[in-house]
């Protein structure tokens, strides 16, 4: 079968390139990788990234003859180059190895989700090769369904065996643990919440599949039941939410009688949850209900107030795409919230741009289909699952698990293959395969303008990006001598610290040390974290300090002034409580372990993005005026010697 944009004399059929790619997601479990790319080394990450080195190639290849530009393609280069923005803004900003690292790691993964879309849009150009990809994540869902059912009734950890050789184990996630006493199944995704975010996007494409179906092949519906049977034992809001998505939609395309058929079996299961597992059903509805209560909630409440201080810094940009580490900040438990901190309000709204503009493009080509329902739901069925991936996204930092990102690009992937055949009606038509005109002088003109503003910007912001220094020590509590008192058998002081590092964290301190010149600076508690507005807490009663300023003279200054307002702040407390002078707790005399180094911008890193961005403007505004009236040159001769107009 000839491949969309490669020579037509080199056939062979994509699907399996797709099929391979799922199955390194879900055979592969993402904590295991090739140790020198970290988190990025997944098999499937890089399995996506020679994809997109691939249809590189390919469409630089097919100069004369290229297949024409898909909503999904105008959408995608709007969130590289708003992902490139933000990540050249982190490279300009002073970053930590870790968060430099951790955005390098970001790039590759970006670039591999961008080769399966891409590589999905421009191969899938039949009907039949689209509804055998949809067929293939049907059949993703309903493999980590059984799973899910066979690691709940078994308790076997598919993760622990799934180890290929020559992988490295990355983390500790991943396998079974409990919530309310029940085990939460995850099949191999990292976390229940990806199983069930998974579970989720594929299910109306089942769905789908399964209303379709003749009585003879009523083993179409065995997919959808699994996969719904499986979201409860996630014991997660997320698969209450997924498995309410799927049957909203199933309700919608069903026919009347299917539609009694499912109430029923709705009405069975329902009775047979609460009699094999009673207290699950009740679990569930209590985390919806009782969230108020529910830690987690409480949690993304407190993440709502750090997120808004955190994009008010830098509104437009953000602090630099993937540099928002969970271990050094918080875990976030919103993609749209991560991405706002890290690329700011440009990328917040390319992102909801690539959503909205998914779903509406599913919704458009479905409605153009006039004649064939299966053409249709199909379409619908698209629409539907990108929609509760949005939704879903809302609940968990989703482009952070390779798994749930990987079904999101071929999702989108699929829009786009979709959408084209739908408006084009036919692979090879006119329309797709017509010459590239040359460009006319004002449109030249206008191309060259943008990529000079673009470099014109990035030269301004690195001129004025300046490096930063951080002085970081530790504070040693001394407990009070023992001697005849009620305190001879105290070996220990519990609480002092964790109790300072609020006092020091709270607004009235932090006008005081403003008003000192100190505005930048953290406490750590143990091995807690000295990033800003962290949740990376530790325990016990050593204390760290770090001070950031623009000298290592002013930080190790900083970080004094910062710990004798400890001082301060500790005998305070203690005075207003009348503890004797030879009962109080004290601090020891001066920092130790004072360390000051320098937090630099990455200016290579910075100028390597620029003119990355720069490529992509230039090359979508070619893009663009090729297939503009008034923009060309001349107009070119159709293969069918049809003037192109």
């Known amino acids: 079968m000839t491949v969309g944009f490669l020579p037509r004399v080199r056939t062979f059929e994509p699907l399996v390139v797709f099929q391979a790619y799922m199955a390194l997601m879900v055979f592969s479990p993402s904590i295991y990788v090739i140790e020198p790319l970290g988190a990025a080394g997944t098999p499937a990450t890089v399995f996506g990234v020679l994809l997109l080195v691939l249809w590189l190639v390919g469409r630089a290849t097919s100069l004369r003859s290229q297949l024409g530009l898909t909503p999904m393609h105008w959408l995608i ?194 009775l047979a949850f609460r009699a094999v597992l009673p207290g699950l059903l009740g679990t569930i509805r209590s985390l919806i209900f009782g969230a108020a209560e529910d830690n987690s909630i409480t949690g993304r409440l407190e993440d709502l107030r750090a997120v808004t201080a955190f994009v008010a810094e830098s509104p437009w940009v953000g602090r630099g795409f993937g540099t928002f580490v969970p271990e050094l900040y918080r875990t976030l438990d919103n993609q ?36 064939d329902r299966v053409q249709r739901t199909r379409g619908l069925a698209l629409a539907a699952g990108l929609f509760a991936t949005f939704v879903l996204s809302f609940t968990f930092d989703s482009f952070g698990f390779p798994m749930a990102f990987g079904i999101q690009c071929l999702m989108f992937g699929a829009v786009g293959a979709f959408w084209r055949f739908q408006r084009s009606g036919s692979p090879d038509s006119a329309e797709d395969r017509r010459p590239l005109a040359r460009l006319s002088p004002r449109w030249t003109t206008a191309v060259v303008t943008v990529v000079l503003a673009v470099f014109a910007i990035g030269a301004l912001a690195t001129r004025t990006a300046r490096p ?42 932090r006008f005081g040390l403003a008003e000192e010149s100190v505005a930048d ?109 008034g923009w060309r040159l001349r107009r070119a001769t159709s293969p069918e010697g049809v003037m192109d107009k």
Request: hydrophobic share 55%.
């Open 77 to 270: 280069v709007a969130f590289v180059v708003a992902m490139l923005i933000g990540f050249c803004a982190g490279m300009l900003r002073p970053t930590n190895a870790i968060e430099f690292s951790s955005s390098l790691r970001g790039l590759i993964t970006l670039a591999s989700g961008v080769g399966v879309i891409l590589f999905a849009i421009d191969t899938m150009v039949t009907p039949e090769q689209i509804s055998a990809l949809l067929n293939s994540l049907v059949a993703v869902g309903t493999v980590l369904a059984v799973m899910g059912l066979v690691q709940f009734t078994t308790g076997f950890d598919f993760v622990q065996v799934l180890h290929l050789p020559g992988l490295t184990q990355n983390s500790d996630y991943g396998g079974l643990y409990e919530r309310s006493g029940f085990a939460r199944v995850s099949g191999t995704a990292v976390h229940s919440i990806e199983f069930a975010f998974v579970i989720g996007a594929v299910l109306p494409l089942a769905a789908h599949l399964a209303v379709q179906s003749s009585r003879a092949h009523w083993w179409k519906w065995l997919p959808f039941l699994l996969m719904l049977v499986s979201l409860p034992l996630t014991v997660a809001r997320s698969g209450a939410v997924a498995m309410l998505i799927g049957l909203i939609f199933v309700g919608a395309i069903a026919t009347g009688k299917q539609r009694w058929a499912l109430l029923i079996a709705a009405v069975i299961a329902a």
């Open 468 to 509: 930063s220094f951080e002085a970081t020590g530790t504070i040693v509590f001394l407990a009070p001598p023992a001697g005849p008192n009620k305190y001879d058998d105290k070996v220990d002081i519990p609480g002092v610290s964790e109790l300072l590092g609020v006092i020091m964290a709270s607004p009235d301190v």
């Open 521 to 629: 600076y953290a406490i750590a508690v143990g091995d807690g974290s000295l990033g800003p507005r962290t949740d990376v807490v530790g325990s016990g009663e050593l204390m760290r300090i770090a001070a950031r300023s623009a000298s290592g003279e002013d930080a190790l200054r900083d970080a004094g002034v910062v710990r004798r307002e400890l001082g301060d702040q500790l005998d305070l407390i203690q005075n207003n409580r009348g503890i004797p002078s030879e009962l109080k707790v004290r601090l020891d005399g001066s920092l130790a372990n004072i360390e000051v180094y320098q937090r630099p911008i990455r200016v290579s890193a910075a100028a390597a993005g620029t003119v990355t961005v720069a490529l992509i403007c230039a090359a979508a505004l070619v893009a663009a005026g090729r297939r503009l009236p």
């Open 336 to 371: 749209f919230m991560a991405t706002a901190i890290e690329t700011g309000l440009i990328g917040i709204a390319a992102l909801l741009a690539l959503f909205v503009g998914g779903i509406v493009s599913a919704i458009v080509a479905a409605w153009n289909v006039r004649d």
